[in-house]
T-cell receptor, first 114, second 114 residues
Framework: AQSVTQPDIHITVSEGASLELRCNYS??????LFWYVQSPGQGLQLLLK??????LVQGIKGFEAEFKRSQSSFNLRKPSVHWSDAAEYFC????????????FGGGTRLMVKP | DGGITQSPKYLFRKEGQNVTLSCEQN?????MYWYRQDPGQGLRLIYY???????QKGDIAEGYSVSREKKESFPLTVTSAQKNPTAFYLC?????????????FGEGSWLTVV
């Protein structure tokens, strides 16, 4: 069965520092991959998605993610974190051809130190 | 603006009462979804609908019911049979093409059962 693992439940970084959030998936076929961000008490906002092609995808708010098939990973990165990036981040894998049956990871809560 | 509207944002109900959460979208999406989110956890699929007048159970459908009488609307009823209904509920929608669909989320509804 498909699964998504986000190994880091909490991460704290200083403002201006670089960020990498890890995501590993288990899925038998080529996956569709997504990163969403959730501010407290709010819905999920799509940051970026990977369907095929270039394995480095750019998203909103200066985020990017790299699909590495050999490592079954889709890590999210940002070169310089802003205080407004503090939120919870969810990685998800689409597990059907249409890409709209999602399995979510447990989330990583990002805190930003001034 | 196009989007997904959930109401109410906050809802309190007594144990044993049924409650209905509203979800409306004006994105012209064929597919709609309901997810449940518990604190510190990822999202779990309750029900989804790919077309009007049709819907399927997700991973945790017990104690919930839905209807899809209009393309724009997908209300969720939390029944008294749901053993632990207090949670954050997220409605979502997507197009229903054969591939590469992306799910978009509403702002969520908090349900507290006392």
């Amino acid at each position: 069965a498909q699964s998504v693992t986000q190994p880091d439940i909490h991460i704290t970084v200083s403002e201006g520092a670089s960020l990498e959030l890890r995501c590993n998936y288990s899925y038998g076929a080529t996956p569709y991959l997504f990163w969403y961000v959730q501010s407290p008490g709010q819905g999920l906002q799509l940051l970026l998605k990977y369907f095929s092609g270039d394995t480095l995808v750019q998203g909103i708010k200066g985020f990017e993610a790299e699909f590495k098939r050999s490592q079954s990973s889709f890590n999210l990165r940002k070169p310089s974190v802003h205080w407004s990036d503090a939120a919870e981040y969810f990685c998800a894998v689409g597990t059907n051809n249409a890409g709209n049956m999602l399995t979510f990871g447990g989330g990583t809560r990002l805190m930003v130190k001034p | 603006d196009g989007g997904i509207t959930q109401s109410p944002k906050y809802l309190f109900r007594k144990e044993g009462q049924n409650v209905t959460l509203s979800c409306e979208q004006n994105l012209n999406h064929d597919a709609m979804y309901w997810y449940r989110q518990d604190p510190g956890q990822g999202l779990r699929l309750i029900y989804y609908s790919q077309i009007v007048n049709d819907f399927q159970k997700g991973d945790i459908a017990e104690g919930y019911s839905v209807s899809r009488e209009k393309k724009e609307s997908f209300p969720l009823t939390v029944t008294s049979a749901q053993k632990n209904p207090t949670a954050f509920y997220l409605c979502a929608s997507s197009s229903q093409g054969k591939t590469r669909n992306t799910i978009y989320f509403g702002e969520g509804s908090w349900l507290t059962v006392v």
